[in-house]
């Protein structure tokens, strides 16, 4: 690699994290405000940028929102997956999911949450994310409760595939808006309740 070459990746580099930076300051105005309502002009006032700053992150306007959303959803994940102990009880590891889940939706408005489910492309953002947390959900609950059932029956194995199956299906209605709707809980409370309801059921006793 030629100076000129090592120069060129230094900046690319700066300015990655530059975005990186900006993109993480997006995200917590995001969360306190939703996002329907501001245009670029008032998000370059917010964070004292200018709106060319703003356009490092993506091209318009929508794709900022798409780009910050789904950035949102990617550290979410990364910081959920972190959490887990791999030398934790299995039942644990179930509830400290869901936990993980609640807290990093935790920090989101009503309004964050109402401005996902009216943008089409955020929307499917969340439900996407919401997807993958039902399988990874579904998954942990059968590695704490595997099948032991007798030979030519595999209770335990149903008992895992059913508790999955619960989990998904509140999943999917947290996602929906349905539970909030049904019982007032936001979506992070929602997912600590379910942690505790199912963490209960997979305890012996």
Do not use: W
């Amino acid at each position: 690699m030629t100076s000129l070459d090592g120069a060129h990746a230094t900046r690319a580099t700066r300015a990655l994290r530059r975005r990186d930076l900006l993109v993480g300051r997006l995200i917590d105005v995001f969360l306190e405000r939703g996002f329907a309502e501001l245009s670029v002009a008032e998000l370059a006032a917010v964070l004292r940028c200018s709106k060319s700053t703003l356009y490092s992150v993506a091209a318009s306007r929508e794709q900022i929102i798409v780009a910050v959303v789904r950035a949102f959803f990617r550290r979410a994940t990364e910081r959920v997956e972190a959490a887990l102990d791999a030398g934790a009880d299995p039942r644990e590891r179930v509830g400290a999911y869901l936990r993980a889940i609640s807290a990093e939706l935790a920090p989101a408005s009503p309004a964050f949450f109402a401005d996902l489910d009216a943008f089409p492309p955020a929307r499917e953002i969340y439900k996407r994310n919401t997807r993958f947390a039902v399988q990874r959900v579904q998954g942990l609950v059968r590695e704490a409760l595997p099948g032991t059932g007798a030979p030519g029956t595999d209770a335990a194995g149903t008992d895992a595939a059913f508790v999955g199956a619960v989990a998904g299906q509140v999943m999917e209605s947290i996602h929906r808006g349905e539970i909030k709707a049904q019982t007032g809980l936001d979506d992070s409370a929602a997912y600590a309740a379910l942690a505790s309801l199912i963490v209960a059921r997979m305890t012996p006793g």
